[in-house]
């Protein structure tokens, strides 16, 4: 309940680090917990647009998705089109 007022930006790690199991539910549920004047980062566990869709109209304004990418031939062809179809289903609502 008690934060630092220097802290400008709060990250939830989605992974379970005792199972290695990533759910994006897990920054939702911690959402209102966060303070409201601080930028919220999901991290992790983010694997499809509608994951990322999904997180930020729950609020998030940044995300950390890696391993998605990095499993690709082309990481960065991935992330351009991964952008471009979050995109589009932004804009579809």
Request: net charge negative; hydrophobic share 35%; proline share 3%.
């Amino acid at each position: 309940d008690h934060y630092s007022s220097d802290v400008d930006v709060l990250g939830v790690n989605n992974r379970d680090l005792k199972r290695f199991k990533t759910d994006i539910q897990n920054s939702i549920n911690l959402f209102d917990k966060m303070p409201k004047e601080v930028v919220k980062i999901s991290e992790s566990g983010i694997h499809t647009p509608q994951h990322l869709v999904t997180l930020k109209e729950a609020g998030f304004e940044g995300f950390l998705i890696g391993e998605g990418f990095m499993k690709s031939a082309n990481p960065v062809q991935a992330c351009k089109q991964f952008i471009k179809d979050c995109n589009a289903l932004i804009n579809e609502a």
